[in-house]
């Protein structure tokens, strides 16, 4: 489904030039559950941020359903990230003034093939899949970051997204609550057969992981 081949990525600062990534190489398939792991500073981020279509590469070629990345307009690329790809962060990026429902609803915005309708269903479908059903006009103020990031998952999910990026989510987390999140996602990826990769230095989540990449100075650690 992606495939990362050769892939460089330079970042001008000033005068200066930092190599992010150097000719890095690798394919992921369906319903993989994938871990990204490495130093600060290895080019973790860098590289999901490529995948999941928010950046090109200096050099070399990524590609998604045999869709050159690189080649592809912004309308294009928004498309394939409001389609295709679904997004979930360590701070959890939810909006404070609106509810549970709300912040999962905001993802339909640019939406016009599906009705009110289709959209609650999926919501509440998916809310309830991660427990918080009794949840759902709660603002983020009133959660705890357990709950907020199955919130984070939810929305992550809910336009059936072929593949989910994961960045350091459970860097907020104590650790009783980062597992009860990593078994989450794992029963999803199983039920709904959709690929996770996370990015992380947490071992609670390489744990968890069914491949490893490793990660140091902007390659793959042999």
């Not at 869709?67 to 928004?78: F, I, S, T």
């Not at 016009?112 to 998916?126: A, F, G, N």
């Not at 199983?190 to 902007?218: C, M, Q, W």
Request: glycine share 8%; aromatic share 6%.
């Amino acid at each position: 489904m992606i495939s990362v081949q050769n892939v460089t990525k330079d970042y001008s600062l000033g005068k200066t030039v930092v190599k992010a990534l150097r000719g890095v190489s690798l394919d992921i398939e369906d319903g993989e559950f994938i871990c990204i792991s490495g130093p600060s500073g290895c080019g973790k981020s860098t590289l999901l941020n490529l995948i999941g279509c928010l950046d090109k590469p200096t050099t070399g070629k990524v590609t998604i359903d045999d869709k050159d990345v690189g080649k592809l307009n912004k309308n294009q690329l928004a498309e394939i990230r409001n389609k295709k790809i679904g997004f979930i962060f360590q701070s959890f990026n939810l909006i404070p003034v609106l509810n549970v429902y709300e912040n999962i609803e905001m993802v339909f915005m640019s939406w016009k093939d599906l009705t009110k309708e289709e959209m609650y269903k999926r919501i509440t479908s998916l809310i309830d899949e991660v427990g918080l059903k009794d949840y759902l006009k709660h603002k983020p103020g009133e959660l705890s970051g357990g709950q907020m990031q199955r919130v984070s998952i939810a929305r992550a999910l809910v336009t059936n997204p072929q593949v989910v990026l994961a960045d350091e989510p459970t860097a907020n987390l104590d650790s009783k609550t980062s597992y009860k999140i990593l078994e989450i996602m794992l029963d999803l990826n199983k039920r709904h057969n959709t690929t996770f990769i996370f990015s992380t230095h947490d071992p609670i989540v390489s744990g968890y992981a069914k491949r490893k990449i490793e990660l140091f100075d902007g390659a793959i650690k042999k």
